[in-house]
């Protein structure tokens, strides 16, 4: 089966891959040139694990055929980013501009399935965007001869070629036959359960499985930050609380980060404005949560006359390279630019400082061992694994920052925190 995969980032690319390897003929499209001309040069890193093997084995075999444009093919799939604009809607041009360039390819039978992530009722939307531009692949009452459907992703980044055959999915079609299209599609390579459903609840699910961990997540910060208020230590209460047989508080953090949580539940707000009031209290209370920890770790820079700042860990969460929306970032960033003193930077998965953080002349990369010992405050800011027991090797005089925005003095030399 001739199938074409627009967009090819952190969920194509590896969609496009599995694809190929699962003996379909792929065509992965993307606006992006190098992405394209890397694809084609065999010199594809990737971010996931043997993604790049995987991508440059099956470009090399002509499976996967890398191209700046869309080509007819049984199957299109839509997955390109949906950001979020400055007014909380949801960026729909990319998805738009796919819709353009598959229209000219489409032909009576086709499949077209959108993975990206979107507000309710878009897929029906856009298909109806599709019936204005192509006229004469509608029936004459009015339906549509080609499928259409939401599928959305359920990835872990670290995990994602894994999670993309593995876990369950849930496919809504347009119509009961484009569901049917789109399972039979998705049967072929994914060994999870294929749940079916109809457009507009699969495009809800993907929604409220973000919010409710976002809700889940904000709930901890905000204990957190009532026990700072009350001085009172938000992990042994969690860890105390959690010992009750039907509670569950998550560990709380600096806010939350990732391509999901920290954008979609603001798609549901646009799908129907009045109805989240605690979905969008969430939010606002995990956002909060990132300026909280920035006080902290200035309240704890200014007992310094020139302080230097130790800011370990930017991934959005630990043991991954992913920077999208990370709350620690954020705070580091923040810091440079406040001018609150020399910002130490040690995240040891990305080998370089991020652009965002790049133009501040008081921003360096540092090793762990090094920042430890110059800096006056060192903020643990995401928990990878390198920083195991770092609670422990705060030296005295010196002050250290918990991800969730906890002061501690640092401790004498012999000595362990518990």
Known sequence: ?????????????????????????????DTDSEVIRSLQSGNFPGLEPTLGF??????????????????????????????????HRADLSRVAEAMDAIAPCLEPGNLVVIESTVPVGTTERMVAGLLEKRPDLASPEGRALFYSAHCPERVLPGRILEELVGVDRVVGGTDPESTQKAVSFYSGFVKGTLHATDARTAEMCKLVEN?????????????SMLCARMDIDAGELIGLANRHPRVNILEPGPGVGGHCIPVDPWFLVESAPREPSLIRSARKTNERKTEWVL????????????PVIACLGLAYKP??????????????????????GEILVVEPNIPRLPRALAGFPRCRRSGLEEALKEADVVALLTRHREFEGIEGRIPAGKIFVDPNGTIHDGVEEGKKRS
């Open 1 to 29: 089966m001739n199938v074409c995969v627009i967009g090819l980032g952190y969920v194509g690319l590896p969609l496009a891959v599995v694809l190929a390897r699962s003996g379909h003929r792929v065509r992965g499209v």
């Open 54 to 87: 995987l991508a440059g084995e099956v470009t090399a075999s002509g499976a996967l055929v890398p191209s700046n444009s869309t080509a007819a093919a049984d199957v299109f799939v839509v997955a390109v980013p949906t950001p979020l604009r400055r007014d």
């Open 211 to 223: 919010a409710s961990r976002d809700v889940s997540i904000a709930f901890a910060n905000e204990v």
């Open 295 to 306: 006080g902290r770790i200035r309240e704890a820079a200014s007992r310094f006359e020139n």
């Open 319 to 340: 043991n991954v390279n992913d920077l999208r929306e990370s709350p620690s970032l954020r705070i580091a960033r923040r810091l440079c630019a406040l001018q609150t």
